[in-house]
Structures are given as structure tokens and as C-alpha cells.
């Protein structure tokens, strides 16, 4: 069974810091996506990656996708307030179009 | 464009009532995806379509839970009867394929069963 593991559960920073989130799975992915979820809103998409080793940047945000492509990490550098939220991984399981997502890590960033 | 719309945002229900839940897709998207979020499941995939057929409902709760793709812009979730325990957030997303796994979600529809 494909499985999404993220960690840490729940991140409370300062504005202005920096923090790295993880996804790891004892599975290879053909490719993960990271979404943000704001309170009361959908899931959306930030970046997609595909190739092991990858590096994708989105202003303040890297994310990599491990070399094994089992695994994936989110850095923010300085953190503001506009951050917070609930990141979550997600996978193709399978092939399929069927997306496995992690349980997410809940960003709150202090002003 | 506009995104995935998702009626009604917000629905406040009796037990034992029917609930409908409905979504419109992104035009062109061949993919309609069913989920439900709790705080203690997260995020879990009911159903999804292609090309309004149902491809992999083994999400699907119970045979309470049912939906439909009548075409490709309109698609419902219906619940009857309604339980407490069916209270969650439900989101519809939507996906081109083509090789892309990529969704986009509506902005949910918050359940209460009371």
C-alpha cells in the first residue's frame, strides 16, 4: 500500500524564520505535487515534480524531490504570515489519476 | 476562468435527511474527483470519473453515499439518509489527464449533520 508520510504535524514559527517540511514513503512516485490549503478554502496547487533530484523554486519556496524519488521536502525561506496553512504532498497511486495525499503539515507563521 | 464551483458552501442538515452536494468541473477538465476531509482522516478520495464515467468508487463509505456525472459539467454527491458521522468538508476537484495528475479543487462544502 502507498503510503504519505509528512512531517512535522504542526509548525508554529516566527515571521521571518525558516522551516523545512517532509514527505517520505517507502514507495517510488512517478511524481509529487505540493498543495496549500487556506482555512475554508480548497487545496491548491503549488508545484508539481518529476524527476528524481529535482529542484523547483516559487519565490520563497524549494522544493525537491528526493534522488530515489521516495521522498520530497518544502523549504520556505522567511516566513511570513501570508505562509500559513496546511501543506500537503500528494502522489499518483499506481499510475492511476487516483492521487494518495499526506496527512499535511499545519504551518501557522507569527507575526 | 473560472474554477471548480461547489454548491452549497455550507450545508446544516437533520439526521436521516438526503443531501445533495453539487460541482461544476473546469470546462475542457476530462477528470472529476470526489473527496471528504476530517481532522481525523484528512483528505480521502471517494469517487472519481472520466469522461462521466465512474472509474473507482471503492472510496465510497457505504451504499449511502451514491454520485452522478449526468455530463461533463455537472456532477453530484448525494448522502440518505444523512449521520453525524458523515459530518466533513467535501471537495470536488477537477483534472485535464493527458498525463498530468495535477487537480484543481472547488472551495468545498461544509457538512453538519446534527
Known amino acids: 500500500t502507498q503510503l504519505l508520510e509528512q512531517s512535522p504535524q504542526f509548525l508554529s514559527i516566527q515571521e521571518g524564520e525558516n522551516l523545512t517540511v517532509y514527505c517520505n514513503s517507502s514507495?517510488?512516485?512517478?511524481?509529487l505535487q505540493w498543495y496549500r490549503q487556506e482555512p475554508g478554502e480548497g487545496p491548491v496547487l503549488l508545484v508539481t515534480?518529476?524527476?528524481?533530484?529535482e529542484v523547483k523554486k516559487l519565490k520563497r519556496l524549494t522544493f525537491q524531490f528526493g534522488d530515489a524519488r521516495k521522498d520530497s521536502s518544502l523549504h520556505i525561506t522567511a516566513a511570513q504570515p501570508g505562509d500559513t496553512g496546511l501543506y500537503l504532498c500528494a502522489g499518483p497511486m499506481d499510475s492511476s489519476y487516483k492521487l494518495i495525499f499526506g496527512s499535511g503539515t499545519r504551518l501557522l507563521v507569527r507575526p | 476562468d473560472a474554477g471548480v464551483i461547489q454548491s452549497p458552501r455550507h450545508e446544516v442538515t437533520e439526521m436521516g435527511q438526503e443531501v445533495t452536494l453539487r460541482c461544476k468541473p473546469i470546462?475542457?477538465?476530462?477528470?472529476l474527483f470526489w473527496y471528504r476531509q476530517t481532522m481525523m482522516r484528512g483528505l480521502e478520495l471517494l469517487i472519481y470519473f472520466n469522461n462521466n464515467v465512474p472509474i473507482d468508487d471503492s472510496g465510497m463509505p457505504e451504499d449511502r453515499f451514491s454520485a452522478k456525472m449526468p455530463n461533463a459539467s455537472f456532477s453530484t454527491l448525494k448522502i440518505q439518509p444523512s449521520e453525524p458521522r458523515d459530518s466533513a468538508v467535501y471537495f470536488c476537484?477537477?483534472?485535464?489527464?493527458?498525463?498530468?495528475?495535477?487537480?484543481?479543487f472547488g472551495p468545498g462544502t461544509r457538512l453538519t449533520v446534527t
Open positions: 470546462s475542457g477538465h476530462d477528470y
Open positions: 515534480v518529476v524527476t528524481g533530484g
Open positions: 476537484a477537477s483534472s485535464t489527464g493527458a498525463g498530468t495528475y495535477e487537480q484543481y
Open positions: 514507495s517510488v512516485f512517478s511524481s
